[in-house]
């Protein structure tokens, strides 16, 4: 197999292990805010208040973009390629120059 072969295999590889993991990220943010509100559905009810509605057999369904993840994904990389320039690693280290002003 070729190197650019091996490296564009690679790279789908990266790109849907990345969505992969967006998406999981979104699917527990999702849950937290469920859990969340199904809690305060049952504080409602025990406190009495009477603002609970009977749509208990409802389902909730969410639909995420495609083009909303690759945004995200686009977005990962460029904060990933800008963490590993040269520029980046210069403000890592902290350096300075003649004057005491860190290097931009």
Do not use: C, W
């Amino acid at each position: 197999m070729g190197a650019e072969t091996k490296e564009r295999k690679e790279k789908k590889m990266n790109d849907k292990d990345l969505r992969t993991q967006i998406n999981s990220l979104i699917r527990d943010e999702i849950q937290e805010d469920i859990n969340n509100y199904v809690d305060a559905v049952d504080e409602t009810k025990k406190a009495g208040l009477g603002f609970v509605s009977n749509d208990d057999k409802e389902k909730l369904k969410v639909k995420i973009s495609q083009n909303e993840i690759d945004k995200i994904i686009k977005e990962y990389k460029k904060v990933k390629k800008s963490e590993r320039s040269n520029l980046a690693h210069i403000k890592k280290l902290g350096l300075v120059d003649k004057n005491g002003k860190p290097l931009t």
